[in-house]
């Protein structure tokens, strides 16, 4: 039997759209506990955290499930470094953002 009779491209798309959900619902509760701070914080970084982790886990992930899905189903490689990153800065920026305002109260 060859090795990739046993590729299920359905389900490497599905755990893709499901890592980016729990990402995007991760950074949600993260902006939340920011928002609810009691030490007077800024409520801005955790807005906008709750506004990304939405954004990745309403919008990027069907998205990119669909992408990811058509990439394997066409042989190609699902791998989408710059959305990665992207997503990545976006959150070190907003992480340390709301740092810097916990530093400077």
């Not at 759209?17 to 939340?32: D, F, I």
């Amino acid at each position: 039997m060859k090795d990739t009779a046993l590729l299920d491209a359905g389900a490497q798309a599905e755990r893709t759209a499901l890592a980016w959900q729990r990402t995007g619902l991760s950074a949600l509760g993260v902006g939340a506990l920011l928002v609810h701070a009691e030490s007077g914080t800024d409520p801005i970084p955790g807005v906008l955290l709750m506004a990304a982790g939405a954004m990745a886990a309403a919008v990027l992930a069907p998205l990119r499930y669909r992408r990811v899905l058509y990439s394997l189903r066409s042989q190609r490689s699902p791998v989408a470094p710059r959305t990665t990153a992207a997503l990545a800065m976006l959150v070190c920026v907003v992480v340390a953002v709301a740092a810097a305002s916990l530093v400077l109260r």
